[in-house]
């Protein structure tokens, strides 16, 4: 069983610039959530996509969005990147009409200058 | 506004000795659940919750779910160098993934 997968697992880039971050769920799962966790700070939902539609958004700006593909897997973009967006992007895969069990990949870690 | 509070924040502690952090939130939750997160990656669910007053054990780990669902709590009995970690609550509303965590409790077990 493959887990989450998540790439990059670094990247660093400077205020104003794009970035698009990239999950593999795990196999079987067809939901994909996003979370944003600030150093020292526990992940904040961010969005989940259901079916390659977004289906709940926390309390994240229009620059953030995402993608989901027919094979489940997911992107987040984040546009005109600010200093407080450096944190680790989490992205969780799970079964809808499962256990409600998330699998968390090890994150992609973005650093913005 | 923090939803959900953990406490304490840090926690250092000997092996062998026992501990316990806690979960409280002013809102009622479907469910709770504890993650573990060790540095460099991702959250890993230890337990769920979900039925007010459940007491739920794994291995030396005990977790408790308050009556009124709201709160929780983590106990854990002698404690080794390997339960060193970043221990997280989440509290489960609405959609399915959509989970709201705490702070979390970042706990050292000192051989």
């Known amino acids: 069983e493959t887990g989450v997968t998540q790439s990059p697992t670094h990247l660093i880039k400077t205020r104003g610039q794009q970035v698009t971050l990239r999950c593999s769920s795990q196999s079987g799962h067809n939901t994909v959530s996003w979370y944003q966790q600030a150093l020292g700070q526990g992940p904040q939902f961010i969005f989940q996509y259901y079916r390659e539609e977004e289906n709940g958004r926390g309390n994240f700006p229009p620059r953030f969005s995402g993608l989901q593909f027919p094979n489940y897997s997911s992107e987040l973009n984040v546009n005109a990147l600010e200093l407080d967006d450096s944190a680790l992007y989490l992205c969780a895969s799970s079964h809808r009409g499962g256990s409600g069990e998330l699998f968390f990949g090890e994150g992609s870690r973005l650093t913005v200058l | 506004t923090q939803l959900l509070e953990q406490s304490p924040q840090f926690l250092s502690i000997q092996e062998g000795e026992n501990l316990t952090v806690y979960c409280n939130s002013s809102?009622?939750?479907?469910?709770l659940q504890w993650y573990r997160q060790e540095p460099g990656e991702g959250p890993v669910l230890l337990v769920t919750v979900v039925t007010g007053g459940e007491v739920k054990k794994l291995k030396r780990l005990t977790f408790q779910f308050g009556d009124a669902r709201k709160d929780s709590s983590l106990h854990i009995t002698a404690a080794q160098p390997g339960d060193t970690g970043l221990y997280l609550c989440a509290g489960v509303r609405g959609s399915q993934g959509n989970l709201i965590f705490g702070k979390g409790t970042k706990l050292s077990v000192k051989p």
């Open positions: 809102s009622v939750f479907s469910s």
